[in-house]
């Protein structure tokens, strides 16, 4: 399955990217903890080049902490300076404050030695869509700045903003790359809602979610759905949750696509609990 999405818009957000990141000393690039190697759009790596980086793994109360803490030191092996950030936790905020001004001394220093005016730290925020970049931003600032969404393509134009008198910020558009060659990578990205839910079945996503919890969360199934290993054909499984959650339309059957809605919408909103998609294990993977 071969995923094709590349609106208008993000074409012209990269050529803008391009374009103001030789005035940025570096670059914040935000991904979702539950599913961080997916949610890294390679097209941005490409851009970044070698820019200095601080790799953001956002929503970390939404994500499995073990997995979390697995993928910082993955992160850290492969030299990228990282740290996961939950936008509703003040600490973490400023810990990343703080992380941006130490990781902007070495360019501020240079610059004073080369005799340039001391300005602020200038830094590029980017990501997918929907990663919660939005709602960073507006914690960073302590006041609302941009508009926040549900739903991927909220944030469409370039803005500063300034961050007390640490840094200052330049706010980017999502963009996601032209396709997607790899299906889990799709489902990934369509499970967390970074592809708008129109553009593939959410039957087909609810089921890929179902059988990765079935593999490695089976215990959140049995405690949101009392789900347990005796479930092994998908159909019984949507109708066991579609009976369970009242999903039902004339004459009593279930209705496949309410049901796949009330998985997805446990997932993003962590009520089937804290969740990682994806592991940093190659073999666990295959």
């Not at 007390?164 to 060659?181: A, R, S």
């Amino acid at each position: 399955m071969t995923i094709q999405w590349f609106p208008g818009h993000m074409a012209k957000a990269r050529r803008e990217i391009e374009q103001n990141l030789k005035h940025v000393d570096l670059v914040l690039e935000l991904v979702d903890a539950r599913a961080p190697k997916s949610s890294q759009n390679p097209m941005l790596q490409k851009i970044i080049k070698n820019k200095p980086k601080i790799l953001i793994l956002m929503k970390k109360d939404l994500a499995d902490l073990t997995e979390t803490t697995k993928w910082l030191h993955y992160f850290s092996e492969e030299n990228i300076d990282c740290l996961a950030v939950d936008v509703n936790d003040v600490n973490d905020v400023q810990a990343l404050i703080r992380h941006v001004e130490h990781s902007g001394r070495a360019t501020i220093e240079r610059h004073r030695q080369r005799g340039i005016q001391t300005r602020p730290i200038r830094a590029l925020i980017l990501g997918i869509p929907n990663v919660g970049k939005s709602t960073l931003i507006n914690r960073l600032a302590n006041r609302k700045i941009t508009k926040i969404g549900d739903r991927p393509g909220i944030t469409r134009h370039q803005q500063w903003i300034k961050v007390k008198n640490t840094f200052e910020l330049l706010d980017t558009p999502g963009i996601l790359w032209p396709k997607f060659d790899d299906q889990q990578v799709g489902l990934r990205l369509a499970a967390i809602g970074t592809i708008k839910d129109k553009l593939l079945s959410l039957q087909d996503i609810a089921a890929y979610v179902l059988q990765y919890l079935q593999k490695y969360y089976p215990n959140l199934l049995k405690d949101r759905y009392n789900l347990d290993e005796s479930f092994t054909d998908m159909w019984d499984v949507f109708e066991h949750i579609g009976k369970k959650r009242g999903a039902l339309e004339s004459g009593g059957h279930v209705n496949f696509d309410k049901v796949a809605e009330f998985v997805l919408r446990d997932l993003r909103t962590g009520k089937l609990g804290k969740i990682t998609l994806e592991t940093c294990d190659p073999l666990e993977e295959e």
